[in-house]
Protein backbone atom coordinates (compact mmCIF):
# COMPACT_ATOMS: atom_id res chain seq x y z
CA UNK A 1 0.00 0.00 0.00
CA UNK A 2 1.59 3.17 -1.14
CA UNK A 3 0.91 6.53 0.24
CA UNK A 4 -1.41 7.66 -2.21
CA UNK A 5 -3.63 4.61 -1.98
CA UNK A 6 -4.64 5.01 1.46
CA UNK A 7 -5.09 8.71 0.74
CA UNK A 8 -6.99 8.26 -2.19
CA UNK A 9 -9.66 5.97 -0.11
CA UNK A 10 -9.34 8.76 2.62
CA UNK A 11 -10.98 11.10 0.09
CA UNK A 12 -13.50 8.94 -1.43
CA UNK A 13 -14.81 8.64 2.27
CA UNK A 14 -14.88 12.28 3.16
CA UNK A 15 -16.87 13.05 -0.21
CA UNK A 16 -19.53 10.22 0.36
CA UNK A 17 -22.70 11.73 0.16
CA UNK A 18 -24.89 8.54 0.13
CA UNK A 19 -24.94 7.67 3.96
CA UNK A 20 -25.48 3.58 2.80
CA UNK A 21 -22.21 3.64 1.06
CA UNK A 22 -20.02 6.07 4.00
CA UNK A 23 -19.68 3.06 6.33
CA UNK A 24 -18.18 0.71 3.29
CA UNK A 25 -16.15 3.42 2.49
CA UNK A 26 -14.80 4.31 6.07
CA UNK A 27 -14.15 0.72 6.50
CA UNK A 28 -11.84 0.72 3.56
CA UNK A 29 -9.89 3.79 4.02
CA UNK A 30 -9.21 2.29 7.69
CA UNK A 31 -8.13 -0.84 6.35
CA UNK A 32 -5.79 0.83 3.99
CA UNK A 33 -4.45 2.92 6.82
CA UNK A 34 -3.71 -0.21 8.58
CA UNK A 35 -1.87 -1.72 6.23
CA UNK A 36 0.34 0.63 5.10
CA UNK A 37 1.31 1.05 8.64
CA UNK A 38 1.78 -2.68 8.90
CA UNK A 39 4.06 -3.15 5.98
CA UNK A 40 7.48 -4.21 6.76
CA UNK A 41 9.19 -2.07 4.17
CA UNK A 42 7.27 0.85 4.22
CA UNK A 43 8.97 4.08 4.68
CA UNK A 44 6.73 5.91 7.04
CA UNK A 45 8.29 9.76 7.71
CA UNK A 46 6.64 11.86 10.81
CA UNK A 47 4.48 13.83 8.51
CA UNK A 48 2.81 10.85 6.69
CA UNK A 49 2.10 9.47 10.20
CA UNK A 50 0.61 12.82 11.47
CA UNK A 51 -1.40 12.62 8.59
CA UNK A 52 -2.67 8.77 9.09
CA UNK A 53 -3.89 10.12 12.92
CA UNK A 54 -5.58 12.83 11.55
CA UNK A 55 -6.90 10.73 8.99
CA UNK A 56 -7.94 7.94 11.80
CA UNK A 57 -9.58 10.66 14.04
CA UNK A 58 -11.59 12.12 10.98
CA UNK A 59 -12.71 8.26 10.35
CA UNK A 60 -14.17 7.39 13.42
CA UNK A 61 -15.59 10.94 13.81
CA UNK A 62 -17.77 10.23 10.23
CA UNK A 63 -18.00 6.87 11.46
CA UNK A 64 -19.67 7.84 14.96
CA UNK A 65 -21.84 10.79 12.56
CA UNK A 66 -23.13 8.02 10.28
CA UNK A 67 -24.43 5.71 13.38
Known amino acids: MTRSEWQD ?3 AAL ?3 DP ?4 KRIE ?4 AIH ?3 RE ?3 S ?3 TE ?3 IESALRMLSYLFKQAA
Open 9 to 11: LYK
Open 15 to 17: LEL
Open 20 to 23: VLLP
Open 28 to 31: AARN
Open 35 to 37: SRL
Open 40 to 42: EHA
Open 44 to 46: INK
Open 49 to 51: LEE
